[in-house]
């Protein structure tokens, strides 16, 4: 079964500041990697799609890699802002089903003005 | 672009009492899926469905039902409600199929309160 794990759950940094969220899994033969964005009480909202074959997707100020042999993908944002603040979701499309999304568990990321 | 909308936004309702939560697609997806989020446990999968006519269990279906008779529609049913069913639940599409080859998109949510 595949499991989904994202470290940091937390992180509070200053403006400005370049940082990475990381998500692994447990399950490499997946089809397609997918970060989301959810602010609070809201729903959630694509930021990058990664296909199994690619490496790197960027949009922005956001950029997302997947390295699928070892089970990782990270999501780099550049010069923080205040906006930024929210839960950051990473959700696998695993092969073999027609089942949906593993989702991890999420990273609250406060941005400090 | 209405993309996917749920209502209602939210519910309150009492044990035992059955509710319908309505998820709609105006993007002619095949794939629709509902999911419940709760605080510590992720995002899971109750139902999905991969054409009209066409529904299957994901991984946490007891309590609840689907169906989906158009393309567009498919709506969720909790049959007894119960307090464990106090949840967001979301729903969401994909134009690929089960393989999101183009991603999922989600809805606002329903939050659902049962007391």
């Known amino acids: 079964k595949q499991e989904v794990t994202q470290i940091p759950a937390a992180l509070s940094v200053p403006e400005g500041e370049n940082l990475v969220l990381n998500c692994s899994f447990t399950d490499s033969a997946i089809y397609n990697l997918q970060w989301f964005r959810q602010d609070p009480g809201k729903g959630l909202t694509s930021l990058l799609l990664i296909q199994s074959s690619q490496r790197e997707q960027t949009s922005g100020r956001l950029n997302a890699s997947l390295d699928k042999s070892s089970g990782r993908s990270t999501l780099y944002i550049a010069a923080s802002q205040p906006g930024d603040s929210a839960t950051y979701l990473c959700?696998?499309?695993?092969?073999?089903?027609?089942?949906?999304?593993?989702f991890g568990k999420g990273t609250h990321l406060i941005i400090q003005p | 672009n209405a993309g996917v909308t749920q209502t209602p936004k939210f519910q309150v309702l009492k044990t035992g009492q059955s509710m319908t939560l309505q998820c709609a697609q105006d993007m002619n997806h095949e794939y629709m899926s509902w999911y419940r989020q709760d605080p510590g446990m992720g995002l899971r999968l109750i139902h999905y469905?991969?054409?009209?006519?066409?529904?299957d269990q994901g991984e946490v279906p007891n309590g609840y039902n689907v169906s989906r008779s158009t393309t567009e529609d498919f709506p969720l049913r909790l049959l007894s409600a119960a307090p464990s069913q106090t949840s967001v639940y979301f729903c969401a599409s994909s134009y690929s199929g089960f393989r999101g080859d183009y991603g999922y998109t989600f809805g606002s949510g329903t939050r659902l309160t049962v007391v």
């Open positions: 959700a696998v499309k695993s092969g073999g089903g027609a089942d949906g999304l593993t």
């Open positions: 469905s991969v054409g009209a006519g066409i529904t």
